[in-house]
DNA sequence: CCATGATATCCCATGAATTCCCAAAAGGCG
DNA sequence: CGCCTTTTGGGAATTCATGGGATATCATGG
């Protein structure tokens, strides 16, 4: 499986290309399609992304749950919003217009690690949140590794 | 189970690499993938280390948390702190700028070993912090956990 | 169905940063 | 005192991010 570490700050070129980190794209060309898929997050002002793996997975999951529910509606609605960006011979994607506007990126973006998944940020407003959850994490004090649930101190 | 003892002070070049200890890399070495994967400490100026297996069980640990979901989030931007630092041939990793700024380290970086991770710090602002660390065990009279039923040898 | 413009894709070039490779010093141990 | 492991140093080669020009693809209107 697939996991991103580490968060990177790259630049988007007049053309709105931006370099997906080397690092990243060397968790996804194992995958049989080459390129990332993205979509906006739920709760962030940014774009969540991964491998074209990552998104089955997520289908399977949503089978899991009750067709016609609520619930099923909503996640179902977030693969509407999904876009499959290939990545160019130099390692490129182009960002569109929509997702570049929800996430205020024009100039630069920075690629968030987040394990099985990354996030795509404005630099500037994800200092700003890593800043607010750095210090939430500093109080719930995880470490490393974080401690097992049930496993109290 | 790697496990990471007493504490060795290396150069960092001008290039800025340093030599991980290498009772340190033979804890590491049965690992598929060779180096070490690094973060800034929360509560310390000092960055947190240990092997990759580390941070792959953390992975496998949030796929079981549901997505999108608070706890989820915060557990996740661990990653975005967290750096791959892979050793070349000679058994060294280069220290990224931003790491080594937040831990002080210029010229030297002190491997700490406990247990099973290890720490790098600048080595003076290490010793201090040992010697009050040494000082309040000894005052509150500390002892060791004892063994929990159920948990392996 | 073709012309046209805009957009996207490919290909190559450049500079910087990283990684590899070889080799010398330093330290430990018999 | 000599051998072996480990650390340290520097030059060469590679990778990577980035930029620009040329080519291909697409949608639109005629």
Redesign the pocket.
Known sequence: MAIFLST???????????????????QLTPQNQPGIVVFRSFKLPALEAGGFDRMEEMSRRLETLEQFSEEYDSFSALFADMQQ??????????L??DLAEYAGITD?AAFVGGGPTFQIWQPQVFARHQAEVRAKAKEKGLTFPARRPGEGS
Chains 1, 2 share one sequence.
Not at 8 to 26: E, I, L, T
Not at 86 to 91: A, H, K, W
Request: charged share 30%; with cysteine; aromatic share 6%.
């Open positions: 990177y700050v790259n630049k988007v070129d007049r053309k709105g290309r931006v370099s997906v980190p080397a690092s990243f794209r060397a960006l290939p990545c160019d011979p130099e390692g490129r994607i182009m569109p217009g630069s």
